[in-house]
């Protein structure tokens, strides 16, 4: 089992629907990163948070430490939002700097 | 302030020649780390280095890899002799320093990658 899990791992839905990407992680963290990975492969940093709830336009995220999950919304999807999710751990056991990585969530958005 | 750079943004090499990947951090950031992602695969971390030392290097192939940053210049990742399970996206990222020792922890931002093929 991965340390990182994130679900679904394909998503397809319809331009204005309300999206969620989950993650859950089985090790102690002091943050988590969730990234955004378009065609042709850049890697953005949407998020990086420790606990409760941060918000940039229409991105959402939450995590919740006592239950080791977060979770990615985006409101009034769009096309463009078509792109690799990808969440990342900063476990407090392995080690000071590096991350761990979730297999990613790929979402399309259809027009 | 200019992002985390990386050159070059492609690279071909043929079964046994060496590939060079560069990664420039961003400005006042001066710790490095470099992520490999196989086809089809997610990010797996490779090392991370601080100016002129290696700080973790617990996810580097033992052989044919090795890593460098230097007080003066970009952040090295160097593959001998390659093959072609070594063709990837190699993602480097920066950090500034982390404050509050060594549980404490500083965004990454990565840089835009690049994509090796071994042919």
């Known amino acids: 089992k991965n340390e990182v899990e994130q679900s679904p791992q394909n998503l397809t839905a319809q331009e204005g629907e309300f999206i969620t990407i989950n993650c859950s992680y089985s090790v102690g963290i002091s943050a988590l990163h969730w990234l955004q990975q378009h065609p042709g492969g850049g890697i953005v940093s949407l998020f990086m948070?420790?606990?409760g709830k941060k918000k940039h336009g229409r991105l959402i995220a939450t995590i919740n430490i006592q239950e080791k999950h977060s979770s990615l919304h985006i409101t009034a999807s769009h096309p463009r939002d078509s792109a690799v999710y990808i969440c990342a751990v900063k476990s407090v056991i392995q080690g000071a700097q590096k991350l761990v990585f979730g297999q990613g969530t790929r979402l399309t958005i259809n027009p | 302030n200019a992002g985390v750079m990386q050159n070059p943004r492609h690279l071909v090499r043929r079964r046994g020649q060496e590939a060079r990947l560069r990664c420039s951090p961003m400005k006042g950031h001066s710790h490095v780390y470099w992520y490999r992602q196989l086809p089809e695969e997610g990010l797996k971390f490779m090392v991370y280095l601080q100016k002129e030392n290696i700080i973790d290097e617990s996810g580097m192939p033992k052989e044919r890899f090795s890593a460098e940053f230097p007080k003066e210049g970009p952040s090295i990742l160097r593959i001998q002799q390659v093959v072609r399970g070594d063709s990837a996206a190699y993602f480097c990222?920066?950090?500034?320093?982390?404050?509050?020792?060594?549980?404490?922890?500083?965004?990454?931002?990565f840089g835009p990658g690049t994509r090796l093929t071994v042919l």
């Open positions: 990222a920066s950090s500034p320093p982390a404050s509050g020792g060594a549980l404490s922890y500083n965004e990454q931002f």
């Open positions: 948070l420790s606990s």
